[in-house]
């Protein structure tokens, strides 16, 4: 599994405002994109630093693609990386404050301690 990985993806794409939007409208492409790119650099790194061995499983590449945060959580992601990641992302469809935050909680509701291993 590559959780170090999957933080890096939100990490990065939530950073980004067009890459927000990018991510929202095509999620296949954009992780597409990210993994073959965005993935393999440094970052805070000089330009030209990569890394050739690193890439996701398809599971979590079919997590990010589905926009399944469930899933995500389940693998290992940070609660916190998707949760303000998908906020910036979907908190627009809803009417209510905090409406998309809600179902958030109710949809990992399920989840028993210990969580899930966070650690990268």
Known sequence: MSKYLLDKF??????????????????????????TSLGASLLNSHSGEATTWLRLEDTERDALVEHDYVKL???????????????????????????????????????DLPYPDIAT
């Open 10 to 35: 939100l990490y990065t794409v939530d950073r980004d405002p067009d890459l927000v939007e990018r991510y929202r409208e095509d999620p296949a492409g954009t992780v597409a994109w990210w993994e």
């Open 73 to 111: 959580f389940e693998l290992g992601a940070h609660p916190f990386l998707t949760l303000t990641l998908f906020i910036a992302m979907f908190e627009r469809d809803h009417e209510e404050p905090l409406a998309f935050q809600k179902q958030y909680a109710v949809r990992l509701a399920h989840f």
